[in-house]
Nanobody, 115 residues
Framework: QVQLVESGGGLVQPGGSLRLSCAAS????????MGWYRQAPGKQRELVAT???????NYVDSVKGRFTISRDNAERTVYLQMNNLKPEDTAHYYC?????????WGQGTQVTVSS
């Protein structure tokens, strides 16, 4: 499996921006489908965005137009640029790597949107 380390979370005011990063350990990172998930207190973990090895992206409706997922295969890193953040975006954000039946998770990073 691949080790994943997230960073970039923090406290931000509504309307603000954050960029999350997820660094992967494996050199074959480029073939993984990467994703960001989030889990708010008392709620189930939900998919936020995914990006395939070919660069195709997918977003949950609630973040479309505000969040952008991207990847840098040379740096073995996937990013989540989050703009116009809302209080309902407050959650623990997790990075996910998937290749076939192999699935790996990071420890996550906390994002809190509050004034």
């Amino acid at each position: 499996q691949v080790q994943l380390v997230e960073s970039g979370g923090g406290l931000v005011q509504p309307g603000g921006s954050l960029r999350l990063s997820c660094a992967a350990s494996r050199s074959i990172f480029s073939i993984y489908t990467m994703g960001w998930y989030r889990q708010a207190p008392g709620k189930q973990r939900e998919l936020v965005a995914t990006i395939t090895s070919g660069g195709s992206t997918n977003y949950v409706d609630s973040v479309k137009g505000r969040f952008t997922i991207s990847r840098d295969n040379a740096e073995r890193t996937v990013y989540l640029q989050m703009n116009n953040l809302k209080p309902e975006d407050t959650a623990h954000y997790y990075c996910n790597a998937r290749m076939g039946l192999e699935v790996s998770w990071g420890q996550g990073t906390q994002v809190t949107v509050s004034s």
